[in-house]
T-cell receptor
Framework: SQQGEEDPQALSIQEGENATMNCSYKTSINNLQWYRQNSGRGLVHLILIRSNEREKHSGRLRVTLDTSKKSSSLLITASRAADTASYFCATYTGANSKLTFGKGITLSVRP | DVKVTQSSRYLVKRTGEKVFLECVQDMDHENMFWYRQDPGLGLRLIYFSYDVKMKEKGDIPEGYSVSREKKERFSLILESASTNQTSMYLC???????????????FGPGTRLTVL
């Protein structure tokens, strides 16, 4: 069952621009996480935001969480060609240690 | 750094063969997971384990089994491989504290399995 749904499915921007990706989910969560996957590789954890947090920063990443709307956004500022990857949101409900992943967003950053 | 390794990056097998995918993590994590990733479907959980010899079915366990004899090693077994099991397989691990898992999952590089 798909808990997180990312939007848009694909995003193409110019280097230096900001990239905003959204994730919506259906049930109450304990935390929400964002991951990056470079082509053909495993996923790398980027940032985790807990249900009692509204915003979190890590370097050029900013994540917001709106539990009333059941949505999150990931902002990458001043994007670089190296940010080209797929990005996944994943939700943790606190049950059985499981994360439920969305289908991912493909971000292309043009040099 | 946490390291999760998978036995093969690429694997080609024939229909009906028994296939073993091995995953090893070096951070003493309690939880280990097997996912498959297919275009347009994202990551889907096959099985997971939160302790040695323990296993739980994920969302798509049919056609797969797992083994966890040691804490650091989690194996995925395809008893009789079929073409619809052609996919990217990802292993992950995570830490468990006081019986609760909050933390991020650490992923291996993936095994791209092709079943002919």
């Amino acid at each position: 069952s798909q808990q997180g749904e990312e939007d848009p499915q694909a995003l193409s921007i110019q280097e230096g621009e900001n990239a905003t990706m959204n994730c919506s989910y259906k049930t109450s969560i304990n935390n929400l996480q964002w991951y990056r996957q470079n082509s053909g590789r495993g996923l790398v954890h980027l940032i985790l935001i807990r249900s009692n947090e509204r915003e979190k920063h890590s370097g050029r990443l900013r994540v917001t969480l709106d539990t009333s709307k059941k949505s999150s956004s990931l902002l990458i500022t001043a994007s670089r060609a190296a940010d080209t990857a797929s990005y996944f949101c994943a939700t943790y409900t606190g049950a059985n240690s499981k994360l439920t992943f969305g289908k991912g967003i493909t971000l292309s950053v043009r040099p | 750094d946490v390291k999760v390794t998978q036995s093969s990056r690429y694997l080609v097998k024939r229909t009906g063969e028994k296939v073993f995918l091995e995953c090893v993590q070096d951070m003493d994590h309690e939880n280990m997971f097997w996912y498959r990733q297919d275009p347009g479907l994202g990551l889907r959980l096959i099985y997971f384990s939160y302790d040695v010899k323990m296993k739980e079915k994920g969302d798509i366990p049919e056609g797969y089994s797992v083994s966890r004899e040691k804490k650091e090693r989690f194996s995925l077994i395809l008893e009789s491989a079929s073409t619809n099991q052609t996919s990217m397989y990802l292993c992950a691990s995570s830490f468990r504290l006081a019986g609760v898992s909050y933390n991020e999952q650490f992923f291996g590089p993936g095994t791209r399995l092709t079943v002919l």
